[in-house]
Nanobody, 121 residues
């Protein structure tokens, strides 16, 4: 079982930066693929990016490529989402999710509660 807690959200001006953290409990987190998602007000949840279990591979949605970076520190059981050059359209609740890499089938098994990011214009 893996429990995930996001933190680092807040209010930032356009062009600013934030770093979100996804802290996990459970030893298996180090072997999990982790994804970040977001849900804007009144919209469906959307994929932001993902990182494999050892940090060798990342992938991002086109809307955030070149601005957002996912990294992980398995010694600290934490995955990060560095967000730069933020835009008002990045305003959303951000979630992290995880699945053991060995069971990866495109679906995430564990989800955090989310952290709010608001970008003011």
């Amino acid at each position: 079982q893996v429990q995930l807690v996001e933190s680092g959200g807040g209010v930032v001006q356009t062009g600013g930066s934030l770093r979100l953290s996804c802290a996990a409990s459970g030893r298996t987190f180090n072997y999990c693929r982790v994804g970040w998602f977001r849900r804007a007000p009144g919209k469906e949840r959307k994929f932001v990016g993902t990182i494999d279990w050892n940090g060798d591979s990342t992938d991002y949605a086109d809307s955030v490529k070149g601005r957002f970076t996912i990294s992980r520190d398995n010694a600290e059981n934490t995955v990060y989402l560095q967000m730069n050059m933020l835009k008002p359209e990045d305003t959303a609740v951000y979630f992290c999710a995880a699945t053991p890499e060995a069971r990866w089938n495109g679906l995430y098994e564990y989800w955090g509660q989310g952290t709010q990011v608001t970008v003011s214009s």
